[in-house]
C-alpha cells in the first residue's frame, strides 16, 4: 500500500475526529443517522472482500455482526461499572475488537468446511449458519435471550463509527492490491485455473470470510453501542439481504461504489418515513426497479476498480 492512501487513512480518522469534537453541537437523529451509515459502509465493504472480489456467495453476514455485537457488549456490561469513566475508550476498543475477533473465529469454523461449496450451495449453508446464530441467542439467557440485551453502555459516536469505516477501507483496499490479494481476483474469475498455477482456491476462500467476518464483528460492535439494546430479531436473514443489496447495488467488486450504495440504502429508508406504513413496499419497488435497470449495479463501469 502506496504512502499515498495511509496519508488518506490518517486524514480520514483526524476528520472523525474534528467531527466529532462538535458532535454534540448536531440534531441528534441526523447523527444516528450518520453513525448508521458508517456501521453499514464496514458491513459493505467487508461482505465485498468475500462476494466481489473473491466471487463467493455469502448470505450470513448477519450472524458474524451478531456475534461481535453480543460479544462486544457484553464484555462492555460487564466491566463498564468496575473501570473509571477515562478508561472508557479502552474499553470500548478491546470489546470491539473481542467482538471481531470472536467472529473472525468462528468465520474460520464455518468456512473451513464449508468454502469447498460453491455459487448455491455455498449461499444455503451461509444463509443456514446466520439462522443458527440468531436461534441460539434467542435462547440464551446470558444474553437477555428472546428479550433482548439491555443496559449497553452507549459508546458508540462518530468517531468511532467513521474511523472504523476508513481503517476498513484501508485494510480490505490494502489485501486486495497486494501481492497476495491477487490470488482472490485470480479465484473469482476462474478457480480452476487458479489452481492450475497453484493457487489453492480454498485457502483464499478462507482468508477473505475470515477477514470479512472480523470486520463484520467490528460492526456489529459499534452497532450494539449505538443503540444500546439487541434483539436476535435484529440480525436476521432480511438484515443479511439488507448488506448484500449494498454490495449488488453498488458494483460487485467496486469499493468506491459498494460505500455509496451503503450511503443511498441507508438514506432512503429515512426519506420515506412520510409514507408511514407504505415506506417498505416503497422501498423494496425502488430496489426492484434499480435492479431491473442496472443488474450489474449502479457504479459498476468497465473495467474492475478496486
Avoid: C
Wanted: hydrophobic share 55%.
Amino acid at each position: 500500500m502506496n504512502s499515498g492512501a495511509k496519508r488518506f487513512l490518517l486524514a480520514a480518522i483526524l476528520v472523525a475526529a474534528g467531527v466529532s469534537f462538535f458532535s454534540e453541537q448536531f440534531n441528534k437523529y441526523y447523527l444516528g443517522v450518520i453513525i448508521d451509515i458508517g456501521i453499514n459502509v464496514i458491513l459493505a465493504v467487508s461482505l465485498n472482500l468475500i462476494n466481489g472480489h473473491t466471487g463467493q456467495f455469502s448470505l450470513g453476514h448477519a450472524g458474524f455482526m451478531a456475534v461481535g455485537a453480543y460479544t462486544a457488549a457484553k464484555i462492555s456490561i460487564v466491566f463498564a461499572d468496575q473501570i473509571p469513566a477515562s478508561l472508557a475508550p479502552v474499553l470500548f476498543l478491546i470489546a470491539l475488537i473481542s467482538g471481531g475477533l470472536l467472529a473472525a473465529l468462528v468465520g474460520l469454523a464455518v468456512g473451513v468446511p464449508t468454502l469447498r461449496l460453491r455459487g448455491d450451495y455455498l449461499a444455503i449453508v451461509t444463509l443456514g449458519f446466520g439462522e443458527i446464530i440468531r436461534v441460539i441467542l434467542q435462547n440464551m439467557d446470558s444474553v437477555g435471550a428472546a428479550s433482548g440485551l439491555k443496559n449497553i453502555p452507549h459508546f458508540t459516536t462518530f468517531f468511532w463509527a467513521w474511523a472504523f469505516a476508513a481503517v476498513t477501507v484501508f485494510v480490505v483496499t490494502a489485501i486486495v492490491n497486494s501481492t497476495y490479494g491477487r490470488g482472490f481476483i485470480a479465484v473469482h474469475d476462474d478457480e480452476i485455473a487458479a489452481s492450475s498455477v497453484g493457487i489453492n482456491p480454498v485457502r483464499y476462500k478462507v482468508t477473505a470470510f475470515v477477514f470479512g467476518a472480523f470486520f463484520a464483528g467490528i460492526a456489529g460492535g459499534l452497532y450494539a453501542h449505538h443503540k444500546v439494546f439487541l434483539t436476535p430479531t435484529g440480525f436476521d436473514f432480511l438484515k443479511s439481504i439488507d448488506i448484500v443489496m449494498m454490495v449488488i447495488l453498488g458494483g460487485m467488486g467496486r469499493t468506491a461504489g459498494v460505500i455509496i450504495a451503503a450511503i443511498l440504502l441507508t438514506l432512503l429508508p429515512e426519506f420515506l418515513r412520510g409514507f408511514a406504513e407504505y415506506r417498505m413496499i416503497v422501498y423494496s419497488l425502488l430496489i426492484i426497479v434499480l435492479m431491473i435497470l442496472r443488474p450489474q449495479g449502479l457504479f459498476n463501469f468497465g473495467k474492475r476498480k478496486i
